[in-house]
C-alpha cells in the first residue's frame, strides 16, 4: 500500500478514536441495562490530593483529574455536572481544595473548551463502565507505535482545521500528545493556535462581557459546526472588547488603556501600548475637540497583525474609522505609531490575512500592509476600482472559507445586493453572484 494511500487510512482512524474522545458509547452487561455516567466521581475525587500545594504549576494526574472534572457535556442526559458531584466526595472535600480552585486550574491544565474530547470509558477492574482521563486509558497499539513523522502530518492536517480537532487528536494517547505542540503559551504569537473560527456571542439584554450576572463566563459560538461553549474570562472586570482578530479578542485595560490581544480558550496575552500614547500624536486631527475627550474616538478600529516565523515578533495594526489614520506597535514597544498619511474612508475598515481593506467614496480599494519587523508603514495602494455599473455604495467586505468577499448593489438606490470575490476584481474579472 502506497504511503499515501497508507495516510488516507490511518486519518479514518484517527476521526473515529477522536471521535470516541468525545462520546465513546459505553459496553453494556445486558440489553436492558442502562450505562453508566461517563462521570465516575469517586475516581475523579481520588485523584484530587495530587493537587493540593500545586495550584500553579499542576502534576500531570492532577491535570487528569481536572480537565476531566470541569468538563462539558459529560453523562448525555445526566442534569448534574461532573464537577458539581466531584466534590461532594469525602476524598475531595478533605483536600480542603474548592471548586472555584479547580475550575481556575482548567486553564493552567491547558484546557481548551469544550473538555469532553479529553475522556473516554475503559472498564475498570472493579467491574462496571468507568470513565477515566484517556492518557489513564489503554490506547490502541497502533496508534502510539506510529512514525513520528506521520503523527506531525496529521496533526498539522487537523490544525489547518479548528484548533479543537487538534486538541481532540493529542489527547487519543501520551505519545501524540508529547510529540505535537501544546497550544498553551502560543496560543497569541503562533497563528496556528488562532481560533478563527470561534466568534464571542453577545448575550443580550444589557448582559455585557464582565456583567455581574455572567459571573465572569462568556460564550463562544462556532461558525462550523454551531457549537456553544462557556469560558471563564475574569479580565472582563476591568477590561473591554473593541475588536477580534483572528479569534482572538482585542482588549483595552480600563486604568491605562493598555491594548491586549487575548486568546480566550489558553489565556495567553500579548501586552502592546496604551491608546493614550496616540493622544498626543493626534493634534492635527478632530479641530475642536478637546485633547482630553480624543481618545474615545479611538476605540472604533479594525485590527490585523503580522507574526514572525520564529514566533519572536508581532506586529499589530489598527485602522481608526473616525480619523481615517492607522498605527502600528509591537510589544516591544512603549507607545503606538500613528501614520502620517490618512486613508479615504467609503466604509468601515476591514481587516484580514495581515492586510486592512479600505473602500474610497469613489469605490476604489486600497489595501494598506501590516508591516513586518524592520519594515517601515508604506501609505494605502490601489488594488481595484469599481466602476458604478459594476457596483454601487455602500460596498463592504467579508471573509468567507479563506476567500474575501466584496458586497456592493446593483444602483443607487440598492435594489439588488450584489457579490464579487476580491481575487476576481483583482484580475479584472467581473463574475458576480445576485442576492
Not at 478514536?17 to 453494556?28: G, H, K
Not at 475531595?92 to 469532553?116: E, H, N, Q, W
Not at 462556532?222 to 479578542?249: K, M, Q, R, Y
Request: glycine share 8%; hydrophobic share 40%; aromatic share 8%.
Amino acid at each position: 500500500m502506497e504511503r499515501r494511500d497508507q495516510f488516507v487510512v490511518i486519518l479514518g482512524l484517527v476521526a473515529l478514536l477522536s471521535a470516541s474522545a468525545v462520546a465513546l458509547p459505553t459496553q453494556r452487561a445486558g440489553k436492558d441495562e442502562e450505562p453508566a455516567s461517563p462521570c465516575d466521581p469517586i475516581l475523579l475525587a481520588g485523584m484530587a490530593a495530587s493537587c493540593v500545594g500545586n495550584l500553579v504549576k499542576p502534576s500531570e494526574v492532577c491535570c487528569e483529574m481536572v480537565i476531566a472534572s470541569v468538563g462539558f457535556g459529560y453523562g448525555g442526559t445526566d442534569p448534574v455536572p461532573c464537577l458539581c458531584r466531584v466534590v461532594k466526595e469525602h476524598e475531595f472535600m478533605a483536600t480542603g481544595l474548592s471548586a472555584d480552585m479547580i475550575v481556575k486550574m482548567y486553564r493552567v491544565c491547558d484546557g481548551v473548551l469544550p473538555v469532553d474530547p479529553f475522556m473516554g470509558h475503559i472498564r475498570h477492574q472493579r467491574g462496571g463502565d468507568m470513565a477515566v482521563p484517556l492518557s489513564l486509558a489503554a490506547s490502541p497499539p497502533w496508534a502510539s507505535s506510529l512514525p513520528d513523522d506521520l503523527v506531525r502530518t496529521m496533526a498539522s492536517r487537523l490544525l489547518a482545521g479548528d484548533l479543537l480537532d487538534y486538541v481532540r487528536f493529542r489527547a487519543v494517547c501520551h505519545p501524540w500528545r508529547s510529540g505535537t505542540a501544546s497550544p498553551r503559551g502560543r496560543g497569541v504569537v503562533d497563528p496556528r493556535f488562532h481560533p478563527r473560527r470561534w466568534m464571542m456571542l453577545s448575550e443580550g439584554h444589557g448582559l455585557y462581557p464582565g456583567h455581574p450576572k455572567l459571573h465572569g463566563y462568556v460564550r463562544f459560538f462556532n461558525l462550523d459546526t454551531g457549537a456553544f461553549v462557556s469560558v471563564h474570562i475574569p479580565l472582563f472586570e476591568d477590561h473591554c472588547v473593541l475588536d477580534s482578530f483572528d479569534g482572538l479578542l482585542v482588549l483595552q485595560r480600563d486604568h491605562d488603556t493598555a491594548i491586549r490581544l487575548l486568546h480566550p480558550f489558553t489565556g495567553d496575552i500579548l501586552d502592546l501600548p496604551p491608546l493614550s500614547t496616540l493622544v498626543p500624536q493626534m493634534q492635527q486631527d478632530l479641530p475642536g475637540v478637546p485633547t482630553r475627550q480624543k481618545l474615545p474616538f479611538l476605540k472604533s478600529i479594525s485590527t490585523a497583525a503580522t507574526f514572525s516565523d520564529d514566533g519572536g515578533v508581532v506586529t499589530v495594526m489598527l485602522a481608526f474609522a473616525n480619523i481615517y489614520r492607522v498605527a502600528v506597535a509591537t510589544p516591544r514597544d512603549s507607545q503606538w505609531t500613528m501614520s502620517t498619511w490618512l486613508y479615504s474612508l467609503g466604509s468601515p475598515p476591514f481587516s484580514c490575512q495581515g492586510k486592512t481593506f479600505v473602500v474610497s467614496v469613489t469605490s476604489k480599494i486600497f489595501q494598506i500592509d501590516t508591516p513586518l519587523p524592520g519594515q517601515v508603514l508604506q501609505p494605502p495602494k490601489l488594488i481595484a476600482t469599481c466602476s458604478v455599473d459594476k457596483l454601487c455604495r455602500p460596498i463592504f467586505f467579508v471573509e468567507c472559507d479563506s476567500e474575501i468577499l466584496v458586497i456592493g448593489y446593483t444602483d443607487i438606490l440598492c435594489s439588488k445586493m450584489l457579490i464579487y470575490k476580491l481575487s476576481d476584481l483583482l484580475a479584472q474579472s467581473y463574475k458576480h453572484w445576485y442576492v
